[in-house]
Nanobody
Framework: QVQLVESGGGLVQAGGSLRLSCAAS????????MGWFRQAPGKEREFVAA????????LYADSVKGRFTISRDNAKATVYLQMNGLKPEDTAVYYC????????????????WGQGTQVTVSS
């Protein structure tokens, strides 16, 4: 079992920045892919970014490319999502997820999920 705990969400004005963190415990996840997803009210959960265990493969949704950066620190078993240039449409609950295989944008292929952290961007 893997437990994931997200942190770093909050309220920010449009154009601002936030850094989300996701700490993993329970099992070594250094070889696991890690992903960030988000779900806005009334909408389906959508892919944001994913990173492989060695950080040599990174994926981004087109909507966040150039503004968000995913990274990880395997020594700390933590993955980060640096969000710059935030827009009101980025408002959502952000979830961290992991799987014991390669990166993918498909949420149903991730095995473990965190509880989520709220990000609200005001205009």
């Amino acid at each position: 079992q893997v437990q994931l705990v997200e942190s770093g969400g909050g309220l920010v004005q449009a154009g601002g920045s936030l850094r989300l963190s996701c700490a993993a415990s329970g099992r070594t996840v250094s070889s696991y892919a890690m992903g960030w997803f988000r779900q806005a009210p009334g909408k389906e959960r959508e892919f944001v970014a994913a990173i492989s265990g060695s950080s040599n493969r990174i994926l981004y949704a087109d909507s966040v490319k150039g503004r968000f950066t995913i990274s990880r620190d395997n020594a700390k078993a933590t993955v980060y999502l640096q969000m710059n240039g935030l827009k009101p449409e980025d408002t959502a609950v952000y979830y961290c997820a992991t799987r014991g295989a390669g990166t993918t944008t498909a949420d149903h292929l991730y095995d473990y999920w965190g509880q989520g952290t709220q990000v609200t961007v005001s205009s």
